[in-house]
């Protein structure tokens, strides 16, 4: 049996795998590799989240700066799961010259470093400060006297089913104190022949993003996934508004993973449950920030109408 390097992972792919729904969590999604498919992902032409956030940030700068209340004191800029920071770079270079400490937070090692390198070389001015870890985590390290503005942004609370959200606001607006904001964005309830294509890119990102998570078992817990026997699966239910994302077995087969001394067995088209992109409405959002201390003073929207970023300030 080889090593365990990451015990954490490798106890989430066994409880995962040995569930009566087979599932992987979509928090190891991001190795190397993912990360750039991810980035891969950003930038495909169904994929118009990006776009839409982007086009706010580009379009709606004056705004932003307006509804986060953004003045001479000095705050702690915290961004949850940064990414590039790609849209986040449009707000630094509007609020360049202001007193403020930007502090990206992202699970992957190699967004958090390669974020420090672009805004140290663009915005020398900005200082940075990078945390990695995942969302649920960094709220502990989120400890400052000052006031803090926060970024929860590309509809990562989507990713949460309606309850884990709720839980989550609620630990992250007690780390907010009174007059705090948080800028939340979220892709809005729309059709499915919009919301599909997003995550079923003709050019295949969204496959191969998903597909690589099994090669990610396969390095590190010494597995033997025959990627080319599992297919992407996505759903999306117009009514409730949650997209989901699969991996089916095209035959009955078992799989083997050393590290975890785990069998794993198919059936044909039987699937694993990937992630969910929940999409979002003003009465969504109401309840799950229900009883959190958090307030909505404001939303800005793209063009189309397609994606908002709401302003939530602690109360």
Known sequence: MIEILNKEFADDVHSGLTSS??????????DERG???FVDIMNMPEYY????????????????????????????????????????????????????????IDISFHAIHNLEQRVQNELPEVDVRGIQDDYFSALGKMQSDNRKVILFMGSNIGNMDDEKAHKFMCKLSETMSRGDVLLLGVDLMKPGHIVLPAYNDASGHT?????????????????????????????????????????????KQT????????????????TIFMEISRKYNDSILRGVIQD????????LTDSKGYFADYILKKV
């Open 21 to 30: 729904q087979k599932s992987l969590n979509s928090r190891w999604f991001y």
């Open 35 to 37: 990360d750039q498919i």
């Open 49 to 104: 989240l990006t776009n839409c956030e982007h086009e706010i940030f580009c379009d709606q700068t004056e705004k932003l700066i307006q509804v986060l209340d953004i003045d001479e004191t000095h705050f702690d800029l915290y961004e949850l799961g940064a990414g590039d920071g790609t849209k986040t770079m449009e707000l630094l270079r509007a609020i360049n010259g202001a007193d403020f400490t930007y502090h990206p």
């Open 207 to 251: 496959a191969a993003f998903n597909l690589n998570l099994l090669e990610r078992i396969n390095r590190e817990l010494d597995g033997n996934f025959d990627l080319d026997k599992f297919i992407h699966r996505p759903v999306y239910e117009e009514d409730t508004g949650f997209a989901k994302s699969f991996l089916q077995s095209k035959e």
């Open 255 to 270: 799989v083997r993973i050393e590290a975890l001394d785990l069998s794993v067995d198919f059936e044909e088209r039987e």
């Open 292 to 299: 959190t201390g958090l307030q909505i003073t404001n939303k």
